[in-house]
Nanobody
């Protein structure tokens, strides 16, 4: 089982930036997929970004492409989500998730471990 702890959420004005962090423990980190999802009030949780070790690339939802960047520090077992040009519609709880699936997983069901979430609020 993997334990995930997110941090870095907060309140920011539209156009601003935030960087989220997710620290992982409990299983070798570098051999699986890590992802960010988000859930806005009254909406279903949606995929934001992920890095897959098996295919060695990072992929994004269309809604954040060009604004968000996911990175990782294998030595620290930590992934990051740099969020720039934030919009009010980015307001959500952001979750870090871990998957043992091969390929480029992006469905909730592909991810077996989840963090507790961190709130991001973007004011207009």
């Amino acid at each position: 089982q993997v334990q995930l702890v997110e941090s870095g959420g907060g309140l920011v004005q539209a156009g601003g930036s935030l960087r989220l962090s997710c620290a992982a423990s409990g299983r070798p980190f570098s051999t699986y997929a890590m992802a960010w999802f988000r859930q806005a009030p009254g909406k279903e949780r949606e995929f934001v970004a992920a890095f897959s070790r098996s295919v060695n690339y990072t992929y994004y939802a269309d809604s954040v492409k060009g604004r968000f960047t996911m990175s990782r520090d294998n030595a620290k077992n930590t992934v990051y989500l740099q969020m720039n040009s934030l919009k009010p519609e980015d307001t959500a709880i952001y979750y870090c998730a871990h998957s043992i699936a091969l390929g480029a997983p992006r469905r909730e069901g592909d991810f077996g471990s989840w963090g507790q979430g961190t709130q991001v609020t973007v004011s207009s």
